[in-house]
């Protein structure tokens, strides 16, 4: 994320990894008709939109609105108060017919106030999906399962931040790729409470079943 100054004041700017030339390859209408989405602490949302696409340096920039005091958000460190605002930011989003398509930490930031922004959807999945750089793929893999999706998919995804909370590290943080999604469908989960003996068995099952 990049402050920019143009013309007419300053811009908040996410770099798309690529230069002018692949740029215009690719489907800028489809990708700004996709708003980003901030959400504030009682669960309201307001929607992020791209206002247009630049070069600075080499590199297009997508730009929209300033937002103040962003920063990555970092379930292992920041507040348990942020898990509240996303769980009720996404139940709001849900109800108002927004497709979302899991967490995948780039695209989430945190705001002053506690707000949390999420990059535009369409935005974020190019920018993924063109990535060379194998932690972005590492990052959504652990986080979300491979086969679920609607409420499902959410409840798995929070109960792995959940774990993070309590124990600060991914339960299968020795499997990758096709051993570790097998894994996840089985269900072979080692529980919260055989890593930690403080935890009780009840809530280890309740923060992997959502």
Same mark, same amino acid.
């Given at each position: 994320?990049?402050?920019? $100054? @143009?013309?007419?004041? @300053?811009?908040?700017?996410?770099?798309?990894?690529?230069?002018?030339?692949?740029?215009?390859?690719?489907?800028?209408?489809?990708?700004?008709?996709?708003? %980003?989405?901030?959400?504030?602490?009682?669960?309201?949302?307001? #929607?992020?939109?791209?206002?247009?696409?630049? $070069?600075?340096? %080499?590199?297009?920039? &997508?730009?929209?609105?300033?937002?103040?005091?962003?920063?990555?958000?970092?379930?292992? #460190?920041?507040?348990?108060?942020?898990?509240?605002?996303?769980?009720?930011?996404?139940?709001?989003?849900?109800?108002?017919?927004?497709?979302?398509?899991?967490?995948?930490?780039?695209?989430?930031?945190?705001?002053?106030?506690?707000?949390?922004?999420?990059?535009?959807?369409?935005?974020?999945?190019?920018?993924? =999906?063109?990535?060379? *750089?194998?932690?972005?793929?590492?990052?959504? =893999?652990?986080?979300?399962?491979?086969?679920?999706?609607? *409420?499902? &998919?959410?409840?798995?995804?929070?109960?792995?931040? &959940?774990?993070?909370?309590?124990?600060?590290? =991914?339960?299968?943080?020795?499997?990758? =790729?096709?051993?570790?999604?097998?894994?996840?469908?089985?269900?072979?989960?080692?529980?919260? &409470?055989?890593?930690?003996?403080?935890?009780?068995? *009840?809530?280890?099952?309740?923060?992997? $079943?959502?």
């Amino acid at each position: 994320m990049k402050r920019i $100054e @143009i013309s007419d004041g @300053i811009r908040l700017g996410i770099p798309m990894g690529l230069n002018p030339r692949r740029f215009s390859s690719i489907d800028t209408v489809e990708i700004r008709k996709s708003p %980003g989405i901030i959400i504030n602490p009682a669960g309201g949302t307001e #929607e992020w939109t791209i206002e247009k696409f630049i $070069e600075r340096d %080499g590199e297009m920039v &997508a730009i929209g609105p300033w937002l103040e005091g962003e920063r990555p958000w970092n379930p292992r #460190e920041d507040s348990p108060r942020l898990l509240r605002t996303l769980l009720d930011g996404i139940r709001a989003l849900k109800g108002a017919g927004d497709p979302l398509g899991g967490l995948y930490l780039p695209a989430f930031r945190v705001l002053e106030g506690g707000r949390i922004f999420i990059l535009p959807p369409k935005l974020e999945a190019w920018i993924r =999906d063109n990535s060379s *750089d194998a932690r972005n793929h590492l990052d959504r =893999d652990i986080w979300n399962h491979p086969d679920l999706e609607g *409420d499902e &998919a959410w409840s798995f995804t929070l109960g792995m931040v &959940a774990w993070f909370k309590l124990i600060g590290e =991914d339960p299968l943080r020795d499997e990758r =790729d096709e051993d570790r999604r097998e894994r996840l469908r089985t269900g072979a989960l080692p529980s919260i &409470a055989s890593r930690d003996g403080r935890i009780e068995a *009840d809530a280890s099952r309740e923060a992997m $079943e959502g």
